[in-house]
């Protein structure tokens, strides 16, 4: 099945963004709805490099485990996602929702690097949101992500033990924190031996994908 990624321009801080829509009709209620937030080496201006690192390639390899329409959006070169940019982020995805037949109760998110790092400061910046997150090799502010996020929010956390890029320190301590705050709903995943690419493994874990779709809001 031939898998095609529509580039649109950019509409909110000069931010262009890729979409995803599955062939064929969408479920009565819509369909999910996944935010990607790409790495650092992805940020540009052309609305494609996104697609080609992390859920990008997992898509096309099997899109029929990804049924939903997938957003990502790009980063300017010299920013991070943060501030005006993340919030930016957040209108173009709300415009997505409200021009596309999407499920509310069933709108994700998730990142890898700079966008694990992203993931977690657009979940806390807009934690009723979302009804789940997956943050891959990242790292976030532990006071925020501790006190911010909701106590039942599902979260799947990712990180390869031997990564020099973002130690793994850095999900370690938001994991722990969470578990102090009495978070019931999260998971984590350590992978031996992976340095900082530990994305292809999860992107591609039928238990991770089939957990992520079963992620309802009430």
Same mark, same amino acid.
């Given at each position: 099945?031939?898998?095609?990624?529509?580039?649109?321009?950019?509409?909110?801080?000069?931010?262009?963004?890729?979409?995803?829509?599955?062939?064929?009709?969408?479920?009565?209620?819509?369909?999910?709805?996944?935010?990607?937030?790409?790495?650092?080496?992805?940020?540009?201006?052309?609305?494609?490099?996104?697609?080609?690192?992390?859920?990008?390639?997992?898509?096309?390899?099997?899109?029929?485990?990804?049924?939903?329409?997938? %957003?990502?959006?790009?980063?300017?070169?010299?920013?991070?996602?943060?501030?005006?940019?993340?919030?930016?982020?957040?209108?173009?995805?709300?415009?997505?929702?409200?021009?596309?037949?999407?499920?509310?109760?069933?709108?994700?998110?998730?990142?890898?690097?700079?966008?694990?790092?992203?993931?977690?400061?657009?979940?806390?910046?807009?934690?009723?949101?979302?009804?789940?997150?997956?943050?891959?090799?990242?790292?976030?502010?532990?006071?925020?992500?501790?006190?911010?996020?909701?106590?039942?929010?599902?979260?799947?956390? %990712?990180?390869?033990?031997?990564?020099?890029?973002?130690?793994?320190?850095?999900?370690?301590?938001?994991?722990?924190?969470?578990?102090?705050?009495?978070?019931?709903?999260?998971?984590?995943?350590?992978?031996?031996?992976?340095?900082?690419?530990?994305?292809?493994?999860?992107?591609?874990?039928?238990?991770?994908?089939?957990?992520? %779709?079963?992620?309802?809001?009430?």
């Amino acid at each position: 099945m031939a898998v095609r990624f529509i580039t649109k321009p950019a509409a909110h801080f000069g931010l262009p963004y890729a979409l995803y829509v599955p062939a064929g009709e969408p479920p009565k209620k819509g369909w999910p709805l996944v935010a990607f937030l790409h790495g650092a080496g992805e940020r540009g201006g052309d609305g494609v490099k996104q697609t080609m690192v992390g859920l990008g390639p997992a898509i096309k390899k099997s899109p029929e485990q990804w049924p939903a329409i997938v %957003f990502m959006p790009q980063c300017p070169e010299g920013l991070f996602w943060h501030g005006e940019v993340l919030e930016a982020v957040f209108h173009s995805l709300l415009s997505v929702e409200n021009s596309h037949p999407v499920d509310q109760s069933r709108i994700y998110l998730t990142g890898l690097s700079m966008g694990g790092h992203g993931t977690w400061n657009l979940a806390t910046a807009h934690p009723e949101h979302f009804a789940a997150l997956a943050p891959i090799c990242g790292g976030a502010d532990p006071f925020r992500v501790r006190w911010l996020l909701p106590k039942d929010l599902p979260i799947w956390i %990712f990180h390869g033990d031997a990564d020099r890029v973002v130690p793994v320190s850095h999900s370690r301590v938001l994991l722990e924190g969470l578990k102090l705050a009495g978070k019931t709903e999260v998971n984590y995943t350590e992978y031996p031996d992976i340095g900082h690419n530990c994305w292809d493994l999860a992107y591609q874990d039928t238990r991770f994908i089939h957990w992520l %779709f079963s992620q309802k809001k009430a």
